[in-house]
């Protein structure tokens, strides 16, 4: 019996909601009194496979296959499942994201498994199997009880900080069962988002709104965000109008990103634009308008115009050190 944890890679190395994944699970192995497995599909760095004992994994399942380099969601589902199977796994954990949603539903019907998703806590396991969930685009908790014999839980991210433990894994080699009905649907190409930082990673984010007035003046509001080594994002309107690229888009219907910090820079505040951002741990709103919706959901609001407050807040930082 053992935490199966699902692990997703970018290009060879492990995306930072995975080792909150890792950790996740080593913490339910603890209370279960039981060991923590990592499973890792395509190709992989050294590194990458051994930062995952760092951060609780006893063992980790490679499976390298080529095939499994790309995100479908269909063939590793299929995977992940076998390796459940194969340990002996009675939790499945995975970070919350696009891909993992996607798998969790084909997991939970493969395995005949209780589902929680957008975990915020370890689970409650005092009296049966317990799982506090943000829901309502982060509005409210629900308190699911698992009662299958499986239980999968995909964790909101920033649920908890890792911390190293400096353990080396074994790492084994995992070899699935691939049949062609899983690739059914393939991946022609992939557009990756650019910049020092990456959004659905970052800890802290700087975004513009029409309020930024055109993509000329973007400088400012990136001089922020280099100065905090913050990712940048937008709302729709600007992605709309290509002032910004589209992976930059967060909200309803762009990307959701639950930072410590996320800073919103002449965003009015549609209630589009919260369901993407409400989860963020603090919100700070910079706008010239009093009145703006946004500030009702701040935690801390600056009423002046951007392009006089972000080059003073730039200033701040960079004095900081």
Known sequence: ????????LDE?????????????????????????????????????????????AAKVLHAGDAKLNEGNSLAYASAV??????????VIVLAKSSLGDAMAARLAGKLKAGLASNAVELPDLSNGFRVKRSIYTNKAFAFTEL????????????????????ATPSVEAFQPTLNDADFVVRVKSTEKATGEVLLPEADLVVSGGRGMKGPENWGVLEDLAHALHAATACSKPVSDLDWRPH?????QTGIKVSPNLYIACGISGAIQHLAGVNSS????????????????????????????VLPRLTKAVQELG
């Open 1 to 8: 019996m053992s935490v199966l944890v699902f692990v997703e």
């Open 12 to 56: 060879g190395a492990l995306k930072k909601s995975s080792l909150e994944a890792i950790y996740y699970g080593s913490k339910v192995a603890d209370m279960l009194g039981t060991s923590t497995t990592a499973v890792a599909l395509g190709e992989a760095t050294e590194g990458a496979l051994a930062e995952a004992g760092r951060y609780g």
């Open 81 to 90: 499942a076998e390796a459940a199977t194969k340990e002996g796994a009675t």
């Open 147 to 166: 009662t299958a014999d499986k239980k999968i839980i995909t964790i909101k991210k920033n649920t908890l900080t890792p911390e190293e433990s400096g």
């Open 247 to 251: 992976h930059e888009h967060v909200g």
């Open 281 to 308: 741990k603090v919100i700070v709103v910079i706008n010239k308008d009093a009145e703006a919706p946004f500030f009702k959901s701040a935690d801390y609001g600056i009423v002046g115009d951007v392009f006089d």
